[in-house]
T-cell receptor, first 114, second 115 residues
């Protein structure tokens, strides 16, 4: 079972470049999330989506954009990359709106901005 | 506002002994879920155990158990018979039940199991 798949696994960007982090899930989950994890820290929510066509900001949305055109895909776009966006990015999905559902995580994308 | 606090940045435990990782939470909601995740050095996030606010019994999953004290707002993870493979970062997380879809994570505890 693939679960949540993130690509790429690693990327180095130059300041000012743009890129899209891909996330796809095959569990037919409605809820999807993007987090960033800075070294030695916990996860901070960037954006989330409760279904195709519906997205909302999390804790740290500045500098990022998302879209959700299908249930499976939830790409995260970085515009004008900055060194402060160097981090590990995790995509996660969850099945329902119930608070007893754990999230399923992808393996992460390690992004460096130089 | 909901908040998760993990006050132990790092812990050591001898192999085969038990260890408790602390987690306290803050919420005004009556319905919520508490989760523990393991993040080994390879980086992936692995779901370990769940406790619901209405659950009367402490959750258990194999060597993992959750010491849930609702009045104290604590949800400590207990790992019994520690193994070298338990060395990892452990995160406590919470999700409220009142219409939010967000999960809040603590800053984590790094556990090192000693041979």
């Amino acid at each position: 079972n693939a679960g949540v798949t993130q690509t790429p696994k690693f990327r180095i960007l130059k300041i000012g470049q743009s890129m899209t982090l891909q996330c796809t899930q095959d569990m037919n989950h409605n809820y999807m999330y993007w987090y960033r994890q800075d070294p030695g820290m916990g996860l901070k929510l960037i954006y989330y989506s409760v279904g195709a066509g519906i997205t909302d900001k999390g804790e740290v949305p500045n500098g990022y954009n998302v879209s959700r055109s299908t249930t499976e895909d939830f790409p995260l776009r970085l515009e004008l990359a900055a060194p402060s966006q160097t981090s590990v990015y995790f995509c996660a999905s969850g099945g329902s709106g119930l608070f007893n559902q754990p999230q399923h995580f992808g393996d992460g994308t390690r992004l460096s901005i130089l | 506002a909901q908040k998760i606090t993990q006050t132990q940045p790092g812990m050591f435990v001898q192999e085969k002994e038990a260890v408790t990782l602390d987690c306290t939470y803050d919420t005004s909601d009556q319905s919520y879920g508490l989760f523990w995740y393991k993040q080994p050095s390879s980086g992936e996030m692995i779901f370990l155990i769940y406790q619901g606010s209405y659950d009367e019994q402490n959750a258990t999953e194999g060597r993992y158990s959750l010491n849930f004290q609702k009045a104290r707002k604590s949800a400590n993870l207990v790992i019994s018979a520690s193994q070298l493979g338990d060395s990892a970062m452990y995160f406590c997380a919470m999700r409220e039940g009142s219409g939010t879809y967000k999960y809040i994570f603590g800053t984590g505890t790094r556990l090192k199991v000693l041979a």
